[in-house]
Structures are given as C-alpha cells and as structure tokens.
C-alpha cells in the first residue's frame, strides 16, 4: 500500500569557496558606490555563493511609527556583517513596509501552492536577513552580532544552511542537494544574464525606489531522503530528468540543451520529471536566479532552503511552480515554511522614499 507523502516526511531522514556574495547594503552601498561596475549587490554577486548560511526571518517589536527608524537601523546592521569571512543582505516581507509606503507592487504573503503545509512559525515576516560565509562559525558569530544591534526586531524562523561541493563549472555555481544532485545548471552563465534576470528596471510599474531591487523568494522545502534512496539511480534520474553527473538522459552534455522535441512521449525524459515540468522549452529558461542551500535540523527533518531572485515574480518563481503541479518528485517533498521578500537597492535612498 502506498504511503502518503506527509507520512514518509514524517519518518524519514533528509567545498570549494568561490568570489561569493557581497552584501547588498554593505559599506559600499551605504557610500552610494553602486552601478558600473564599482560594486554589485549581494544576491548577484559571483558565480558561487559563499558555502555556509543563515536565513533569519525578524517580526518588528516596536511601533509603526519607529519602523523606517528600525530598517535604518537594520540596513547599519547588515553592513557590519558584510566583509572578511562573511557577506550578508537584507530583504523585506509584504508587513515590513510602513503603513503609508508605495511597496512593490507584486510583494504579497507567499500563498499556499498545490501539496504545501506551511508552518506559520517557520513562514513570512517583516524583515529577512541572510548572511553567508566561509565557515558555519563565521555564519554564526556575525547573525549573533547583528541580531544583538537590533533589539527592535523579534526572531521569527531561522534556519541554519550549506552547499556540499560547492564549486564553478562553465560559468555557474553548483552544489549538491540531499537527494545526491547537483543544483543549479538552469542559472545564467554569465553576470550580465544574472542581472538581467534578478533586478528590476525602469518602466515595470514599479515604485521608482525600488528600481534595481530583486523579489526573493524562499522555501522551507522537507525532503524524504530515506524514501528516495529506497529507489535506484536510475529511478532517481528519470524522475529528475538528468544524470546524478549533470548530463541530460538522452545523452546531451549538461551545458547543452537537451532535445525534448524529439522526445514528445517521454520515453527518454518523461513528462511528468523536474527539469521536464519546470522548464518544458529549454530554450526560454525562467527569468529568475537560484541561490539555494541544504539544512538539517534532525535526521528526519532536512532537506533544501530553496532560494530565488527575479525582477518578476509572476513570470519568475510563480509561472514555474505552477508548471510543477503533477511532477513525480512531489511526493517526496514538502514545503513547509518560507515567504516573499524584496531585496531594496544598494544605498539609502529607498528609506527615503518610504518614509
């Protein structure tokens, strides 16, 4: 008899360091140095983001009214973690603007997708920080200075993340994720892609401030490592839709396109795969940027801390998790936390605009 997806969460279990990311508020931003090539903003910088990582998610704890004062404050914060074995970034949540501020107008609480289970304690908030690093120490000491500066903010989820192998090939960053795949051969082999991609520009019917910021998205996705290793590789692989190595299964290296249209029935590459379902025409790959990490908080509680960047969240994250509906992996994953953020621009200006 089949078990359900929730009861096989339940009971199962789930580097090389490259130029990484730069803090998109750090002393740069905060001396205005952005655009033309004097600095770029945290999320984009680099092929391969730093290997370890802390997402914390903060709820403000004092008034409205001290809430521009607060982000001020936060943004102060952010940029003393920024340097040395760290680099660090801030992002706000839809209740993260004051009241009377012109938000970004596709910022909303993340809705429930098809099979998610999300966990108020380990979902949204007002203020995201995300601070990476070198060692899982170096993670650790800078959250706890920075969390220490801000007593206006309350802790609301705060996962701890890594990148096993992490390393560069042709121009993306991959590591490799508890199911035993590399993650990240759909992202932009070059910084010029990546931005274009992941900032918002003039004429999106933004907010003028919030031109050259990004929509982040995060997910709390549990995996059931023990279910899926019960499966050969080769069941694994066609469920995924490419080889353990990268390679697609009709035999086209990992940095080509493989030729689905040749394969309309799946024999090769079935439908219903990962790669299959979340990106149907190779040739058009979604205008977003992943920079994801694993996490283990038991031996049945790991799994990935999904991570995004789009100037679109409709035509991003949305358009693609929509076409995962019916994918074969679902029932070994379950979403279980997370939220939407938007990433301000570099500098102070934003504040500014929202006060």
């Excluded at 945290?42 to 290997?51: C, E, F, K, N, S």
């Excluded at 970034?89 to 107008?105: E, N, Y």
């Excluded at 994720?177 to 019917?205: M, V």
């Excluded at 309309?264 to 990106?279: E, F, N």
């Amino acid at each position: 008899m089949m078990r359900s997806r929730r009861g096989v969460l339940r009971t199962s279990a789930a580097a090389a360091v490259g130029v990484g990311a730069l803090g998109v508020v750090g002393a740069a931003a905060l001396r205005g140095e952005s655009g033309h090539g004097k600095w770029t903003p945290a999320h984009l910088r680099g092929a391969v983001p730093l290997p370890y990582a802390q997402v914390v998610s903060l709820d403000l704890a004092t008034s409205e009214k001290h809430r521009v004062d607060a982000l001020r404050a936060a943004c102060r914060s952010v940029a003393a973690a920024d340097g040395g074995h760290t680099a660090a970034w801030m992002a706000l949540g839809a209740d993260g603007f004051p009241q009377v501020a012109d938000a970004p107008r596709q910022l909303k609480r993340m809705p429930t997708f098809a099979g998610d289970v999300l966990d108020p304690a380990q979902s949204h908030g007002d203020l995201l920080l995300h601070i990476t690093g070198t060692s899982a120490r170096a993670v650790s000491d800078a959250t706890g200075r920075t969390l220490r500066a801000l007593p206006q903010w309350d802790v609301r989820w705060r996962p701890d993340g890594h990148r096993p192998e992490n390393h560069t090939e042709q121009g993306r960053g991959l590591a490799r994720n508890p199911f035993h795949f590399a993650e990240g051969y759909g992202n932009p082999d070059t910084p010029t892609e990546t931005t274009e991609r992941a900032t918002i520009k003039a004429g999106q019917g933004e907010p003028v401030w919030a031109v050259g910021g990004s929509y982040q998205v995060i997910r709390i996705i549990r995996l059931a490592t023990n279910f899926w290793d019960r499966d050969t590789v080769h069941q694994q692989e066609r469920i995924i839709g490419r080889r353990r190595d990268g390679r697609w299964l009709d035999g086209t290296p990992s940095t080509e396109q493989p030729a689905f249209g040749a394969d309309p029935q799946g024999k090769i590459t079935p439908l219903d795969s990962h790669v299959r379902k979340a990106t149907p025409d190779r040739r058009n790959p979604p205008p977003l940027v992943r920079r994801g990490y694993n996490y283990q908080r038991a031996a049945d509680d790991q799994g990935l801390i999904f991570s995004c960047f789009q100037r679109d969240l409709a035509h991003g994250f949305e358009a693609v998790q929509h076409r995962l509906q019916g994918e074969a992996m679902a029932k070994y994953t379950l979403t279980v936390g997370g939220g939407y953020f938007f990433v301000p621009p570099p500098g102070e200006n934003w504040l500014q605009a929202l006060a």
